[in-house]
């Protein structure tokens, strides 16, 4: 069974900055490129960033561009997502997916706000 368990959510004010980790099992981790979501409230679910199996390559929506960074650790089955310089509009649940597989976790919340 895949389980993804997504960690590191919190209040920050904005500026502020937070570390995502979201530990892999049950699925063969370096073999899939993995991605991070986030949803807002009363919005939908939204590509944040992307990496691949290796961790050569990544890839970011626009808004967060030059703010957040993804990366993984294949040895912990676990990607990360740096995300600094946070502004309110940055809150929203985060999520966590192996590329290609239907499976979320329960995601973590993050709130920037002063």
């Known amino acids: 069974e895949v389980q993804l368990v997504e960690s590191g959510g919190g209040l920050v004010q904005p500026g502020g900055s937070l570390r995502l980790s979201c530990a892999a099992s049950?699925?063969?981790?370096?073999?899939?490129?993995m991605s991070w979501y986030r949803q807002a409230p009363g919005k939908e679910r939204r590509f944040v960033a992307t990496?691949?199996?290796?961790?050569?390559?990544?890839n970011y929506a626009e808004p967060v561009k030059g703010r957040f960074t993804i990366s993984r650790d294949n040895a912990k089955s676990t990607v990360y997502l740096q995300m600094n310089t946070l502004k309110p509009d940055d809150t929203a649940v985060y999520y966590c997916?192996?590329?290609?597989?239907?499976?979320w976790g329960q995601g973590t919340q993050v709130t920037v706000s002063s």
């Open positions: 997916n192996p590329i290609g597989l239907p499976y």
């Open positions: 049950g699925l063969t981790f370096s073999r899939y490129g």
């Open positions: 990496i691949t199996s290796t961790g050569g390559s990544t």
